[in-house]
């Protein structure tokens, strides 16, 4: 497997657990307790993942990953979180994060939610999208962007893959579950409001695209549909 796993975490103990776990799988990883030294082994090792506690003692997990995109670096991450708090969660995910975990947990499922995220990293052509797209939009796999008349959108890689879950089947009600499994997998424990999150964001970034229309529908009791 050999890809270099970025722990950012100020608990010795948590962070050893997390190292055995992930090296026991066949990573490489990387134990740094710092915002600071985390930009700077960002810069000296090709990272396949970063794992950021939220809480640090110079900064948080939050500010580093705003650092972490501000300079181009789109590596996908997940935070670790001593709060249960909804609002954490929330920003965590609107920032661009791909998943989150609440201590106490598993390093288990730690190491099985990186294996899931590194897997649909790895394979972005696999889904049945090139295909000619339907409507405005258009979904280049090999580039992993979407598309609308010219224009490449600025996503996160959740919203992104909304989007081509959506332009493959337009018009059709997908619940949050089957969201969910759409970008995790079909037994990953995130619960339904996070796919609330990332819809909310998506539409912002899609109403400036023709502010006459929406074109995430909500129905209801049901979930959500890209309409055309």
């Excluded at 915002?35 to 939050?62: H, K, M, R, T």
């Excluded at 288990?108 to 394979?123: C, G, P, Q």
């Excluded at 037994?187 to 400036?208: C, E, F, M, Q």
């Amino acid at each position: 497997m050999n890809q270099t796993i970025l722990i950012v975490e100020d608990e010795k103990e948590i962070a050893d657990t997390l190292t055995y776990a992930l090296a026991s799988e066949g990573f490489t990883p990387i134990w740094v307790a710092s915002v600071q030294a985390a930009q700077v082994a960002l810069i000296e090792n090709n990272v396949s993942l970063g794992v950021l506690d939220v809480g640090l003692p110079d900064g948080n997990g939050f500010e580093l990953l705003k650092l972490i995109r501000q300079a181009g670096n789109e590596m996908p991450v997940i935070f670790l979180t001593a709060r249960s708090e909804e609002i954490d969660r929330i920003v965590g995910l609107e920032i661009g994060a791909d998943d989150y975990v609440v201590k106490p947990f598993s390093p288990r499922e730690v190491v099985a939610r990186v294996k899931v995220i590194l897997k649909r990293m790895a394979k972005p052509a696999d889904r049945p999208t090139n295909k000619p797209q339907r409507g405005a939009f258009e979904h280049k796999a090999e580039q992993r962007s979407v598309w609308y008349q010219d224009k490449n959108l600025d996503l996160t890689r959740a919203e992104y893959e909304l989007m081509v879950t959506f332009i493959a089947q337009p018009n059709r009600v997908f619940s949050r579950r089957q969201l969910i499994e759409a970008i995790w997998s079909s037994n990953h424990p995130s619960d339904d409001r996070a796919i609330d999150t990332h819809i909310k964001t998506l539409r912002a970034k899609l109403k400036p695209l023709n502010p006459h229309k929406d074109f995430i529908v909500t129905h209801r009791g049901f979930g959500y549909s890209l309409e055309l």
